[in-house]
């Protein structure tokens, strides 16, 4: 899964699968077994994600949620199945976030929300669990821009970004806090642009590097490599504004150049959302249209509108569906 290999990895996962079933079946009151069940359906999900079905991610992780919604009523003493059901209820929410249905997505996070809140406070010290939290006030942060309310999007990005910050501090090499860090930054440079705000030059800049990092590193996942397109499309983006014209070109050809090097035959609506962003901006439209119309196969639906030279079928389309 973390090479890209979505065939062997569901293999893999199939086949673990197989083998769990047949020992729960025998032991129906073993809790880890069960949750251990709920983990490997929760990465098939992952799977059928990034592979383009979000139909299958959806029932994937709509199973992982029974099963853990079944342990937090029979063995609601584990703090923990309140943990793994928030995990269930965010990685839902995901997927129904890019396939238009926003509100259902909110609804998602706001359950899960509530079952983190109390263990965090009595659990200060648990770094999985705070960085659970702050990464559901992250993504709420990005559909909540896309509903069109840029001061709450601010305010769960702040309270991200100060949460983030401080475990950085405490686990300076962690990938996982330094990529969310990275798209905090990113986010809140593509506000303070819509607000017409200065200041979003050195907020992109600490994206570009901290993605440049991650991407020097060993096992670069297409998370990553995605969400540093994402800020190569964007540092372009505020380039151009500025009139630097060869830069920003050069931050999108970069952008080209990640997503094309990883897979070039990627269903990953991550690579593939900031690859076409790119190709519009570089007027490669044939290219970026042949992308956009991949993602619309799979019921695609971004979380901005796509950008003018993406087309006259998809540009400012708010689904990023084409006009009829």
């Known amino acids: 899964l973390e090479r890209g290999d979505l065939p062997a990895a569901r293999r893999g996962f199939l086949w673990e699968l197989e083998v769990l079933e047949r020992i729960a079946a025998a032991e129906p009151r073993n809790w880890q077994l069960q949750a251990s069940r709920a983990n490997i359906i929760s990465f098939l999900g992952t799977v059928a994600e990034r592979g383009g079905d979000f139909a299958e991610a959806i029932e994937r992780f709509d199973g992982q949620m029974r099963i853990i919604e ?3 009523r029979d063995d609601p003493g584990t703090v923990r199945w ?5 995990n269930a209820l965010a990685l839902q929410a995901g997927v129904l976030a890019i396939i238009g249905q926003r509100t259902a997505a909110l609804a998602r996070r706001a359950r899960a929300w509530d079952l983190l809140a109390v263990p965090v406070v009595q659990d200060a010290s648990n770094r999985v ?3 659970a939290a702050l990464k559901l006030r992250l993504d709420d942060a990005w559909v909540v821009r896309a509903e069109g309310d ?3 999007a601010q305010r769960l990005l702040d309270e991200a970004r ?3 910050e401080k475990l950085a501090k405490i686990e300076s090499t962690d990938r996982k806090i330094l990529g969310l860090l990275a798209t905090t930054w990113r986010l809140e440079a593509q506000l303070r642009v819509a607000a017409g705000r200065g200041a979003a030059g050195p907020l992109i800049t600490q994206a570009l590097a901290a993605g440049e990092d991650l991407m020097a590193r060993e096992r670069a996942n297409d998370g990553f ?5 994402n800020a190569c499309v964007v540092a372009g983006a505020i380039a151009a504004h500025g009139g630097a014209h060869d830069a920003a070109s050069r931050h999108w050809e970069r952008a080209v150049e990640v997503v094309g090097s990883r897979r070039a035959e990627s269903r990953d609506w991550r690579l593939l959302d900031p690859l076409a962003r790119a190709l519009a901006r570089l007027g490669r439209s044939d290219e970026c249209r042949a992308v956009i119309e991949k993602l619309h196969g799979f019921g695609y639906q971004p979380l901005e509108p796509w950008p003018v030279g993406a087309g006259p079928a998809f540009a400012g389309s708010e689904a990023g569906r084409p006009k009829k």
């Open 162 to 164: 100060i949460g983030l």
């Open 225 to 229: 490599v995605g969400e540093y397109a």
């Open 70 to 72: 079944t342990l937090v």
């Open 129 to 131: 669990l705070q960085l």
């Open 150 to 152: 840029a001061a709450q």
């Open 82 to 86: 309140k943990d793994r059901l928030a």
